[in-house]
Every structure is written in structure tokens, then in C-alpha cells.
């Protein structure tokens, strides 16, 4: 990262090692993208050699969050045992990794990223279970010393079937816990596609936020390809005091070094 870069960015940048430089080993992805100058992003770390990852965290690489759960949903009692003691066994791999914040969604997701139980709709039981499931993750957080992040998703596009998927849904849950130890990981180009009003939601939701991820739309890949004007949301976020993480999961539409470039380009305002 140029030293300029490094001076005039006010968020700290990671990237998904899930989605940029598809043709190399995944610990040569993540040292190619710790080498530019970013944190970097796992996703489910059953899927991963957790030795080699600590490895390359010996060798200097920081990484910024990892899947925090291997199975269950938030909706109903038997699943939320479930995702509870996938939580349990998580914290453990991030500790290792110096991972400070594990992503939740919804309900567990394929490999294809859809739910493995669709919710048709939701009721009110459904959230009160929620909201119990979220505080237990939170004491589990606390007592770990880790932040868990409840990840908003669309269901027109990539999840549908994926209950408490908005923005609106993930902030009211997050708001009512409460918890240091349970933020919200606000994912813009999920929530441009089912909601937009970016900056505004950024504005609302700012004081639960762990962490931001981006991609443009449509396409899911850097800014700069699509709709939504980063450079815009960058210098709102920079003027609300965000100095938190940015986070880029998205697929390169070209070359994954220079999908890397742009997205640092567009968040240093």
C-alpha cells in the first residue's frame, strides 16, 4: 500500500479472499491481498486449513472476519441451539486467527448461498426467538472477547427464502440487544438491491455498526461498475466519523489487482 494511501484513507480496507484472484490457491490469494496493503475476509473456516491460515497470520497477515456459525437459524429453539454450538466452536478458530468479528445471517446458507430452510414469512414468536438467540450470542461474544455481526442479504437477487434478511430487520435485532458484542455488519450492496437510500441508511444505523461491506450493482463486483456512487458514500460515511472497517465482497469484473486498486480509490475520499 503507498504511503499516500495509508495517510489519507480513514477506514481501514479488507477484502473477501472468497472472491478476487478465483485462479490461485486460497492462502496465495490471501497473502497476494495482504501483500497490497488490505486485511483479509474468510468465509466458512470448516472449509479452510486453519494451520496454514495461522501460518500466514505469522507471517504478518490480518484478518478481518470469518463465518461464525457452521449450522442453524435464529428463528426457531431447535435451531438456535444448533447455531449457538456452531458459535461455540468458532470462537475458538478466531481466537487463533486474531479474527475480531464472526458473521451471522439469517438462517444457515448452501454453498450456493441459499437457506437450507427457507422462511416463507416470519412471525412474531419467530422474532422474540430471534431476539433471545442474538442475546445469547452476545454473552458468548462477551465472554470470548469477539464481536459477532449479523449480516443483512437481499432475497430478490442471491438469498431468497432468508428470514430477517433486510437492513431494517438486522438493525432492529442488533438495537434491541443492545451488545458491544453483537454489531451489525452492513452489507451496501445487499441492501442497495432491497432497500437503497444508502447514505441515510448508513446515518441510522452508524452507532451498531462493526463493520461495512461493499460491491456495486448489479453484477456484485467493485465500485465503480455499477449504480451506486461510492466515492459519494465514502466522503459521507468520512464526514459521520466512520473510521471502522470497509470491506470489499465482490468479484473482480477484470483484473483482481486492479478491482483492488479501484475499490481503494473509492473509499479514500
Known amino acids: ?32 491481498i495482504s501483500d497490497l496493503g488490505f486485511e483479509v475476509e474468510i468465509w466458512d473456516w470448516t472449509r479452510h486449513d486453519i494451520d496454514a491460515l495461522a501460518a ?3 507471517e504478518g497477515v490480518v484478518f478481518s472476519s470469518m463465518t461464525g456459525y457452521t449450522s442453524g437459524r435464529l428463528s426457531d429453539p ?17 481466537q487463533r486467527l486474531g479474527i475480531p468479528r464472526l458473521n451471522l445471517h439469517g438462517t444457515g446458507l448452501d454453498s450456493d448461498g441459499l437457506p437450507v430452510r427457507p422462511e416463507v414469512a416470519v412471525t412474531g414468536p419467530m422474532w422474540l426467538t430471534a431476539r433471545h438467540t442474538l ?16 449480516e443483512n442479504l437481499n432475497t430478490a437477487v442471491d438469498h431468497p427464502g ?46 451498531w455498526v462493526g463493520e461495512i461491506q461493499v460491491a456495486d450493482v448489479p453484477g456484485r463486483c467493485e465500485p465503480g461498475t455499477g449504480e451506486i456512487s461510492y466515492p459519494a458514500v465514502a466522503r459521507a460515511l468520512a464526514a459521520m466519523g466512520y473510521t471502522g472497517t470497509v470491506g470489499l465482497e465482490a468479484f473482480a469484473s477484470g483484473a483482481s489487482e486492479a478491482a483492488l486498486a479501484r475499490f481503494r480509490e473509492a473509499f479514500t475520499p
Open 1 to 32: 500500500m503507498s504511503t499516500d494511501a495509508a495517510t489519507t484513507c480513514p477506514f481501514t480496507l479488507a477484502v473477501s479472499s472468497e472472491m478476487v484472484f478465483l485462479d490461485l490457491p486460497v492462502t496465495e490469494r490471501i497473502r497476494r
Open 56 to 58: 500466514l497470520r505469522d
Open 78 to 94: 431447535e435451531g438456535a441451539d444448533e447455531l449457538l454450538a456452531g458459535a461455540e466452536k468458532s470462537v475458538p478458530v478466531a
Open 135 to 150: 442475546a445469547r450470542v452476545a454473552e458468548l461474544g462477551e465472554r470470548a472477547g469477539v464481536t459477532f455481526v449479523l
Open 162 to 207: 432468508v428470514p430477517f434478511a433486510t437492513a431494517a430487520d438486522c438493525l432492529a435485532l442488533v438495537r434491541d440487544v443492545d451488545s458491544p458484542h453483537l454489531r451489525l455488519m452492513l452489507d451496501l450492496y445487499h441492501a442497495q438491491i432491497g432497500e437503497g437510500n444508502l447514505i441515510e441508511l448508513c446515518r441510522q444505523a452508524l452507532p
